[in-house]
Nanobody
Framework: VQLVESGGGLVQSGGSLTLSCVASDLIFNDYGIAWFRQAPGVAGKDREG???????????YYGNSVKGRFTTSTDKAKNTVYLHMTDLKPEDTAVYYCAADDVYGSSWCPRLSEPLEFDYWGRGTQVTVSS
């Protein structure tokens, strides 16, 4: 399984940005695809879970800090998961990672509080929000 993120960059506070995660070498519909973020100074094991979507039926889950501001969606024709981020704040500054886990087509994602439950990871894309 390969995951490649893109779309990061520098944005002003209050702005919007959309990240993309292209997945390959997997049965896309069987997977849950999540976004995590790692702020400066935070250990990898403590990455914050942002969102997860079960590709098969589109069920979504969000971390409390992004509810109402971020949405995740898929384009099955492109094996791509998006993270649409709005009303960005300086505290959203982080490296954003795409992660995947085989959920066998179910509606259940692994827990966003447990990054180790996701088996596959991309290399990340930097998002910086200036005040």
């Amino acid at each position: 399984v390969q995951l490649v993120e893109s779309g990061g960059g520098l944005v002003q506070s209050g702005g919007s940005l959309t990240l993309s995660c292209v997945a390959s070498d997997l049965i896309f519909n069987d997977y849950g695809i999540a976004w995590f973020r790692q702020a400066p100074g935070v250990a990898g094991k403590d990455r914050e879970g942002v969102s997860c979507i079960t590709v098969g039926d589109g069920t979504t889950y969000y971390g409390n800090s992004v509810k109402g501001r971020f949405t995740t969606s898929t384009d099955k024709a492109k094996n791509t998961v998006y993270l649409h981020m709005t009303d960005l704040k300086p505290e959203d500054t982080a490296v954003y990672y795409c992660a995947a886990d085989d959920v066998y087509g179910s509606s259940w994602c692994p827990r966003l509080s447990e990054p180790l439950e996701f088996d596959y990871w991309g290399r990340g894309t930097q998002v910086t929000v200036s005040s």
